[in-house]
């Protein structure tokens, strides 16, 4: 897909770059209606949502951003625009059925830089089938690979990703079954177990076959990496955790860490958390503590995150940029006003910055 690449001479000067994962909660114009026939906003509530959207990005002016739970990517692409967003692209197109009533939201991204190259992110199938997969297996939602032309750092790939839910792939129909109230607890269970399993085979094969992909493209194109999106898990889960596989066994160790360096990834937060210890700031607890950015119940949890290369690692000794912040909008979910947040999202807003080093 073809993009204009005006000059970047107006942009040299800026030190400072941002990146934000935005899970938008079913952005759906209406009068289209998101799964269910009765889920379609007003026009007074699509107006809410669309002005809650635009006062985060006139506020926190991230450079680019990674959308999920996109049903209407045209008007979505119009917002962005009025805030200064002039590129803009997705992958894929969600489902329709009944002429109205949308399934399967897409990934996005924005960028007040230019997008050189979007590209659709495809499991590698002979990857896949030694994982015991079959020669059909896709992402639940296309991956989606922008390469960006930022000042200082020149192309970098940016990989938006929205991976499998947590709820079952196995539904029940309780209406259509002669069962017994007894039997209908059992099969239930039973669905709801597998079900769940599967969703977490889903998501953590989601994961290993997308890292494949970006360490054959890191050898190939030596770009740096950012990693963002939905991961609909904790990091800290053995589900996801090899995504931030640092260390080999078996392996010589003459020049492995430093190769190990190229191709790995890193979480902003912990590259955050050790440039306050490097630089012996004084942090407050806020600091300290990662706030969560998806709350079930009494329950919380960190699900969204954005993953660096090590062009972005303080550590590193060709490192251009270093992590000066990491901050989760998150005043809609912990302290939610109707008038200003009663139509906005479900999970935190992540924005990382990145200041030049010198």
């Not at 399993?197 to 992909?213: I, K």
């Amino acid at each position: 897909m073809p993009f204009d690449s005006p000059s970047l001479t107006s942009s040299l000067a800026n030190t400072k770059l941002k990146f934000a994962t935005f899970n938008l909660f079913n952005y759906l114009e209406p009068p289209n209606a998101a799964y269910e026939f009765e889920r379609i906003f007003s026009a007074e509530q699509w107006q809410k949502k669309q002005r809650w959207i635009s006062e985060y990005l006139d506020e926190y002016r991230p450079d680019i951003i990674g959308f999920q739970e996109v049903f209407s990517p045209n008007s979505l692409k119009e917002l962005v625009a009025s805030q200064g967003y002039q590129y803009f692209a997705v992958v894929d197109q969600p489902q329709v059925i009944d002429d109205f009533i949308y399934q399967r939201p897409v990934v996005a991204i924005a960028s007040r830089y230019p997008i050189i190259e979007v590209f659709s992110v495809e499991p590698n199938i002979e990857f896949a089938q030694k994982l015991g997969l079959t020669d059909q297996f896709s992402f639940s939602r296309r991956v989606l690979r922008a390469t960006i032309e930022i000042p200082h750092l020149g192309n970098c790939d940016c990989y938006v990703v929205h991976f499998k839910s947590k709820r079952s792939m196995i539904e029940l129909n309780e209406h259509n079954n002669n069962f017994s109230p007894e039997q209908t607890i059992i099969e239930s269970l039973k669905a709801q177990i597998a079900g769940s399993w599967g969703s977490t085979v889903q998501r953590g094969s989601e994961a290993t076959l997308l890292m494949m992909d970006m360490i054959q493209r890191r050898e190939e194109t030596n770009q740096p990496m950012v990693l963002m999106g939905d991961f609909n898990n904790t990091l800290a889960d053995g589900v996801l955790s090899h995504i931030l596989t640092n260390t080999l066994r078996f392996v010589s160790t003459i020049d492995r860490d430093a190769y190990l360096a190229k191709y790995c990834l890193h979480d902003a937060w912990d590259l955050y958390q050790a440039m306050l210890a490097n630089e012996g700031k004084t942090v407050n607890k806020a600091e300290e503590t990662r706030p969560p950015t998806h709350y079930f119940g009494a329950s919380s949890s960190v699900l969204d995150y954005i993953l660096l290369s090590c062009e972005f690692d303080a550590n590193y000794h060709d490192s251009l940029y270093a992590v000066s912040a990491h901050e989760t909008y998150d005043r809609h979910l912990i302290n939610p006003i109707f008038e200003r947040d009663g139509e906005s999202i479900d999970h935190g807003v992540v924005l990382v910055s990145l200041t030049l080093r010198s």
